[in-house]
């Protein structure tokens, strides 16, 4: 991402006023971030890219906390990431268990970073999630990485399929259509078309067919 590169459009999800008014002045000082809003819970960030119209309104990358009143991080991701697909979702919490990492990234988030971090390395994490890289903190980077690579085996290229990628595979593998699979997982069909299109650009291939029989292939889905 160069200088002259388009603002990322950040939504902040983040329950602590202290913290949030401190990412909030961290990303106000760097130019290629925007910040669109700053809220306490997951159901206000869900109703704002409910109202979105269009791509220009939603966010490029969600800062999500974990430990929400009302509808916690982890079980919000699924849900934002269904009401807006291409967005990428960075979790920055307290909570170092790795249970709690797993979850997140298999849910779909793009990285984990602990807020004991600091503000460079946030921004920094900010911008290689953005360049369709992966921010895990040191602290737990190479256990997730083990893990995930044993649930969820990458592309060629070193992409990961996320868990809401891989039920849709293995449904593709079952040959229903999108519709099916769109009543099956109570998801709208444009959030699996959405999803579809990451699978085929991850796999590299152009139909349904060819992208059932390159995770065979690799690994991603088991032969049995």
Known sequence: MTE???????????DNPQYRRAIDLALKRRPRFQLLLATGTAERALEVLGRARDAEE?????????NL??????AAIPRLLETAPDMKILVLSQSDKEADVVKAITAGASGYMLKS?????ITE??????????????KVAQYILDTLREKH????????????ELEILKLLAEGLVKKQIAEHLQISPFTVAAHVRSIYNKLQVVNAPAAVHQAYRKGILPLS
């Open 117 to 121: 971090s600091d503000m460079k390395q």
């Open 69 to 74: 009143p009302g509808m916690g991080g982890l």
């Open 153 to 164: 085996p990458a592309t060629e290229d070193g992409h990961l399929i996320t868990g809401r």
């Open 4 to 14: 002259s590169a388009k603002p990322v459009k950040i939504l902040l999800v983040e």
């Open 125 to 138: 994490s900010i911008l290689s999630v953005m360049e369709g890289g992966a921010a895990l903190d040191a």
């Open 58 to 66: 939603r966010p490029d990358l969600l800062l999500l906390d974990l």
